[in-house]
């Protein structure tokens, strides 16, 4: 029986020990709001940059803000695009031959949640017109969605989703 009760008693300090080292506590509680605030701005920025980028440097700007790494990886439309690093290295040397200008707008209504202090979610509308060598353009719209990551001191995304919508049926 006394084994039982140290088992116990020893179970118990374990867990108040994590609890008050914030090991188990929920990442996004963990910190604090002021915190959380400047974190919210500094991927908010980020955003905002990587449009400002996309729109004056053309599709290849997109390299420096994706995560050089394995893990990353987008999808559009609900179909994988990229599926690491390497890959959206490949693709967007292809599609910067095609497209040389993109113009990107987020919406205005650009939302960030502050996960930890390292990753936050972005989510937003775009707007692109995407214009291609012979002079054509094509507009785009959609919502985008990617989860930024904090590395080196600088935030990337480790991973992107764009997504247009799809025409519904047509009613009489």
Same mark, same amino acid.
């Given at each position: 029986? +006394?084994?039982?009760? +140290? ?16 090991? +188990? ?31 004056? =440097?053309?599709?290849?700007? #997109?390299?420096?803000?994706? *995560?050089?790494? @394995?893990? !990353? ?8 695009? !990229? ?11 292809? &599609?910067?031959?095609?497209? @040389?200008?993109?113009?990107?707008? #987020?919406? =205005?209504? *650009?939302?960030?949640?502050? *996960?930890? @202090? ?9 707007? =692109?017109?995407?214009?291609?060598? =012979? ?19 600088? #935030?990337?995304?480790?991973? &992107?989703? +764009? ?5 519904? @049926?047509?009613?009489?």
């Amino acid at each position: 029986m +006394w084994r039982v009760r +140290w088992v116990m008693l020893l179970a118990a300090a374990i867990a108040a020990g994590f609890a008050a080292t914030g090991a +188990w506590a929920d990442g996004a509680q963990a910190i604090t709001s002021a915190r959380r605030e400047a974190v919210a701005q500094s991927v908010r920025q980020f955003a905002l940059s990587v449009a400002a980028d996309v729109s004056r =440097e053309g599709p290849a700007a #997109w390299r420096g803000h994706f *995560l050089d790494s @394995p893990a !990353f990886f987008m999808a559009v439309n609900g179909r994988m695009q !990229f599926a690491d690093s390497q890959a959206a290295t490949q693709g967007i040397q292809d &599609v910067s031959r095609a497209i @040389p200008r993109i113009e990107l707008h #987020w919406g =205005e209504d *650009l939302r960030v949640d502050v *996960l930890t @202090p390292e990753f936050a979610m972005v989510a937003s509308t775009f707007h =692109e017109v995407l214009t291609d060598r =012979e002079g054509h353009a094509d507009r785009e719209s959609g919502f985008f969605t990617g989860l930024a990551e904090l590395r080196g001191g600088r #935030w990337q995304f480790r991973n &992107v989703h +764009w997504s247009v919508p799809v025409a519904g @049926p047509k009613t009489p």
